[in-house]
């Protein structure tokens, strides 16, 4: 058996496509969607990242600015430049790009946000409506893999799901939105007693443990939907994932590949949070 690929890249252009006519009539209500990045430092991971955030919000018309700090900054000019973006009514979406410096309180820069603005779902408020089950943003890789279940038409009811990752970013919301979709669902990470155990149970396994070609073909269910969050580097240069995906191909069911699935799908939806909280100002919301 092969594994269908679950193609992320083409849903993310589809998705992208269909954005550009919500942009425009929001445009034509004063209210043309804008996103602000502040980036800190100079880690060059970082500012591939920002390019491509801002760059994709050119390409469906929404308004984009950069803010680019030294590594050495003070935090309350950061924090500052935050209050400001809050009330400016150009900008609907701000992200600060992680990790941020040693001397940086990350917890209080996220609080700095305005909930109405945080389109990573970050802020501690809207990571609270996500555990109720009434989310009002949902972070960009979850959200990304959701919308990819949605596309591959994957029934997550009662299924046995694995999430093996506990970061605040991916592993801990996708838990959540699992839950919220009616699966069982198990988080586990790369120091769980009998790792394996837990991963060969798994309809659904989320592999987001940044560590590359963690889990191997031996570690998975037979017909099971692989989803591979991780993105790594390797000696050579090439990337890959958390998954071993030439070995998983040949025992899951559905698998996302590195590069090409979850990736494309995580700035899609960071759009896609811009757009919505544009929309939710010009309906007074």
Do not use: W
């Amino acid at each position: 058996m092969t594994a269908q690929i679950i193609d992320g890249k083409a849903l993310a252009e589809d998705l992208r496509q269909s954005f550009k006519a919500r942009v425009e009539a929001l445009a034509e209500k004063g209210q043309r969607p804008g996103l602000a990045v502040v980036l800190v430092g100079e880690d060059l991971a970082s500012q591939v990242y920002v390019r491509n955030k801002v760059n994709a919000c050119h390409a469906v018309g929404m308004h984009s600015e950069k803010i680019i700090y030294a590594a050495a900054v003070d935090p309350e000019i950061v924090l500052k430049k935050i209050a400001e973006l809050n009330a400016d009514p150009a900008i609907h979406g701000i992200l600060v790009q992680l990790p941020l410096p040693g001397h940086f309180d990350e917890k209080a820069v996220l609080a700095a946000i305005a909930v109405d603005k945080d389109v990573d779902g970050f802020h501690a408020t809207n990571v609270g409506a996500l555990a109720q089950g009434n989310p009002r943003f949902i972070p960009c890789t979850p959200y990304g893999v959701m919308k990819m279940f949605e596309k591959g038409r994957i029934d997550l009811s009662g299924k046995e799901a694995v999430v093996i990752g506990r970061s605040n970013i991916v592993g801990k919301p996708m838990a959540l939105l699992l839950i919220n979709a009616g699966a069982t669902v198990t988080v586990c990470n790369s120091r769980t007693k009998d790792l394996a155990g837990h991963t060969r149970r798994a309809d659904i396994l989320v592999a987001a443990v940044g560590k590359p070609r963690f889990v191997t073909a031996d570690m998975i269910k037979p017909g099971a939907v692989v989803v591979d969050v991780g993105i790594n580097r390797l000696p050579d240069g090439k990337l890959c994932g958390d998954v071993d995906f030439a070995g998983c191909l040949e025992v899951a069911g559905q698998i996302t590949p590195v590069p090409g699935g979850v990736g494309p799908m995580t700035i899609t939806m960071l759009l896609a949070n811009t757009i919505e909280a544009a929309e939710r100002k010009a309906a007074g919301n």
